[in-house]
């Protein structure tokens, strides 16, 4: 759908704390989100955007959409 998903910096570095092998792909994790090759619901109304990076790698960012609003909160690989 149309729905903006944002990332901000705050969200950015913590993710990115958390989740170290992340740092320097916040392009690719914006692509993920603009591009998936698969998207399935969580049990908690998240969405998880799933595509490969390399084979049998890969990228996994976890976002929800509100009304006419999304954010990524979490990503991994």
């Not at 705050?10 to 603009?34: D, F, K, Y």
């Amino acid at each position: 759908n149309e729905i903006p998903i944002r990332l901000t910096d705050e969200r950015w570095s913590h993710i990115t704390e958390e989740h170290c092998e992340l740092a320097g792909m916040r392009l690719e994790v914006l692509e993920n989100i603009a591009n998936p090759f698969k998207i399935l619901e969580g049990g908690d109304g998240e969405l998880l955007s799933i595509r490969e990076i390399e084979k049998d790698k890969f990228l996994v960012v976890v976002y929800r959409e509100l009304n006419n609003d999304g954010f990524i909160y979490l990503g991994r690989l």
